[in-house]
């Protein structure tokens, strides 16, 4: 298996966790993770989990920057990838 899948694999199940992880603190009214995190781990490739961990959750589903945002980070990785391995 390539570095590349790994990481794509690990990062998407860290978006998903995290999702998951602040809905917990949300209904707990708990210390929160910041919502620069949550998208940051999109950025850095766990943006499938994080989308899925959204709708499984139902967590951050009414702020338009995720629920626009996660599908284009996705199509933005789905992109790359393809360059990287079709060149």
Same mark, same amino acid.
């Given at each position: 298996m390539s570095v590349l899948v790994i990481y794509l694999i690990l990062m998407n199940l860290w978006g998903f966790l995290l999702m998951g992880i602040d809905k917990r603190r949300a209904k707990q009214r708990a210390w929160r993770i =910041?919502?620069?995190m949550l998208l940051g781990s999109g950025l850095l490739g766990g943006c499938l989990g994080a989308w899925a961990g959204m709708y499984f959750f139902r967590h951050k589903t009414r702020h338009w920057y995720? /629920? /626009?945002?996660? =599908?284009g980070? /996705?199509?933005?990785?789905?992109?790359?990838?393809k360059c990287v391995l079709y060149p």
């Amino acid at each position: 298996m390539s570095v590349l899948v790994i990481y794509l694999i690990l990062m998407n199940l860290w978006g998903f966790l995290l999702m998951g992880i602040d809905k917990r603190r949300a209904k707990q009214r708990a210390w929160r993770i =910041p919502e620069k995190m949550l998208l940051g781990s999109g950025l850095l490739g766990g943006c499938l989990g994080a989308w899925a961990g959204m709708y499984f959750f139902r967590h951050k589903t009414r702020h338009w920057y995720f /629920v /626009v945002g996660m =599908p284009g980070m /996705v199509a933005f990785w789905a992109l790359c990838i393809k360059c990287v391995l079709y060149p």
